[in-house]
């Protein structure tokens, strides 16, 4: 059910006579469509791809309640069970959060996909050997070392701070050893 119908069956029991407005069957629909109103646009960002499961943990702390997003009796109507509305500023929160750290996953898997298909070639040089394409390699360095200063001044550098200074660390001997190979 999307907005658009949400809302005609709002409009449509808001506009019952005053007398059927009062009977509890209408009073039970309206306050049933708004809390699917307000529990909706939640619903919409609790099912991003960026929420982990260290996401859905803080989700259910602050909810008082275990949520298991992959379990079997995981369903809409528990989920309006949780009374999300009720929570709704701190659950935008960790999902504004987990969509930041997100960012951060992405750039990282990116770097190391990079570094995963990125070869140190070769070639004869006089009576040596050189580095093929250090350009590109240098580039592709500065780059990567640029992105993880970067992450380093978000609010969220804490969650990775291994991965970024594992990877910041192993970026800087890579660079160091390809300058010596160079100055010789």
Not at 50 to 59: A, L, S, Y
Request: hydrophobic share 40%; aromatic share 10%.
């Amino acid at each position: 059910m999307d907005e658009e119908v949400e809302d005609d069956f709002l409009r449509k029991v808001l506009g019952y006579p005053k007398d059927v407005k009062q009977w509890e069957v209408v009073v039970n629909l309206k306050s049933q469509l708004e809390m699917f109103r307000q529990t909706l646009p939640l619903i919409k960002l609790l099912k991003d791809p960026f929420i982990r499961e260290r996401h859905w943990e803080k989700i259910s702390k602050q909810l008082g309640s275990n949520i298991d997003p992959q379990a079997e009796d995981f369903t809409l109507g528990s989920v309006f069970k949780l009374n999300l509305g009720q929570y709704a500023e701190s659950v935008r929160e960790i999902c504004e959060v987990a969509k930041e750290e997100y960012k951060i996953e992405s750039a990282l898997e990116k770097i190391e996909k990079k570094w995963e298909n990125l070869n140190l070639e070769m070639e004869p040089h006089k009576k040596t050997y050189k580095i093929k394409r250090a350009d590109e390699i240098f580039s592709v360095l500065e780059d990567h070392m640029a992105t993880l200063s970067n992450q380093k001044t978000t609010l969220f550098y804490e969650s990775f701070k291994s991965v970024i200074e594992k990877w910041e660390n192993a970026l800087t001997q890579v660079l160091e050893t390809i300058e010596l190979l160079l100055a010789v």
